[in-house]
Every structure is written in C-alpha cells, then in structure tokens.
T-cell receptor, first 114, second 115 residues
Framework: KAGVTQTPRYLIKTRGQQVTLSCSPISGHRSVSWYQQTPGQGLQFLFEYFSETQRNKGNFPGRFSGRQFSNSRSEMNVSTLELGDSALYLC?????????????FGQGTRLTVV | AQSVTQPDIHITVSEGASLELRCNYSYGATPYLFWYVQSPGQGLQLLLKYFSGDTLVQGIKGFEAEFKRSQSSFNLRKPSVHWSDAAEYFCAVGDSGGSNYKLTFGKGTLLTVNP
C-alpha cells in the first residue's frame, strides 16, 4: 500500500510569488492535515480537510489556504510568499477522523523563499 | 489548549546505552499520545501511540513508553541504543476530543549516538 505522497519534494520561490503544494493520502484515507515545520516554531498545525471541507484551521494568516478533492487528494496554497514561509510542509492522512488510529505523514515539501 | 513539553533539546548517548526521552503534556481529559521520529529531511514515522488501556506501550524498533497520568508524562525509553537511532524525536498529543487529525507537538529532542 503506497504511503502519503507529497509533490514536489523541493521548491524554490521568490518573495511575493505564490505556491501550490500537493498531497495524495493513503488509499482509503479521507482526512488530510497539513503542518508547517520550522527550526524556530517547530511543528505547527495548518488545517485539516475531510470530505472536501475544511474542518479545522490553525493560527496562520489568510495567505495560507487549501482544498480537498473528491478523491481525498489535497492541495495547499500560499500566496504572496514571505521569507518566513520557508519551511518543511508536511501532510498527514488518517483513515477516519478521531478514533484509535494514528496520522501517517508524507516526506514533506521543502519550500525555500528567496 | 493542550501543550507538550520536551525538556531536553539535545541528548547524546553512547551506542548500547539506555535511553529515556522526556515528554510532559497539558490536557484536560485522557489524551491521545504519540511519539514520532524524524530523520534529516524526512517526514515523521510513528514509533508508538497511547489511546487507552495498558499504560506501558510497545512500539517499533524496540521502543516503549509509559503513560503516567499523575505526572502528565509519556516518556520514551529504549534499553540499548543503536547508531541508527540517531534522529529527532517528537512527542505529540491529539486535539481535544481525542483526535488524530490535529496534533500538538513538542519542540523535539535531537538524539546523537556516539560509537
């Protein structure tokens, strides 16, 4: 069974640009969450999608957005990139929301803003 | 809101020595607790999890953790460390309501293993 797949693995963008990251969850998993990881702030929850609806959102500005498609694949978008957006962005999927199951993480997308 | 504290930023042990990584959480009810490991530039791999029941949980790679409600702790242990265990370790708690989709992580403990 394939794991969580994130594309691309690496990105370099210029300040002010926008970027879209993609996440394909494990087959059958319907909940997708996104996290930002930086050396200073650590791992922080961005948002969670289930059944194509955003169910939870972390404390991030509106420049960070996402969506989920009917096949559970998810994308996150960051507009007007800032240097501080440089981070490893991790996607996680779970088969159901809550319950005695864990989140499975992808390898991440390393975004560098110059 | 829940929080997780990993008091040790960096730990160095010798190969073959025992290991204990500390984790304290703040949560109002019975938490869902997790330990994840991350190798450089990689995603997170689950080591073990606690949802309920037996407070001593076994995980992969010979790791175990003990849930102590009275101390709000979930420390990770391994009796004999291997050089391949060098990585960063994260403790996490599930969101209020006991979820798995909104995790709060500690800052992580970087483990260095000396030969």
């Amino acid at each position: 069974k394939a794991g969580v797949t994130q594309t691309p693995r690496y990105l370099i963008k210029t300040r002010g640009q926008q970027v879209t990251l993609s996440c394909s969850p494990i087959s059958g998993h319907r909940s997708v969450s996104w996290y930002q990881q930086t050396p200073g702030q650590g791992l922080q929850f961005l948002f969670e999608y289930f059944s194509e609806t955003q169910r939870n959102k972390g404390n991030f500005p509106g420049r960070f957005s996402g969506r989920q498609f009917s096949n559970s694949r998810s994308e996150m978008n960051v507009s007007t990139l800032e240097l501080g957006d440089s981070a490893l962005y991790l996607c996680a999927s779970t088969p159901i929301r809550g319950g005695d199951t864990e989140a499975f993480f992808g390898q991440g997308t390393r975004l560098t803003v110059v | 809101a829940q929080s997780v504290t990993q008091p040790d930023i960096h730990i160095t042990v010798s190969e073959g020595a025992s290991l204990e990584l500390r984790c304290n959480y703040s949560y109002g009810a019975t938490p869902y607790l997790f330990w994840y490991v991350q190798s450089p530039g990689q995603g997170l791999q689950l080591l073990l999890k606690y949802f309920s029941g037996d407070t001593l949980v076994q995980g992969i790679k010979g790791f175990e953790a003990e849930f102590k409600r009275s101390q709000s702790s979930f420390n990770l242990r391994k009796p004999s460390v291997h050089w391949s265990d060098a990585a960063e370790y994260f403790c996490a708690v599930g969101d209020s309501g006991g979820s798995n989709y909104k995790l709060t992580f500690g800052k992580g403990t970087l483990l260095t293993v000396n030969p």
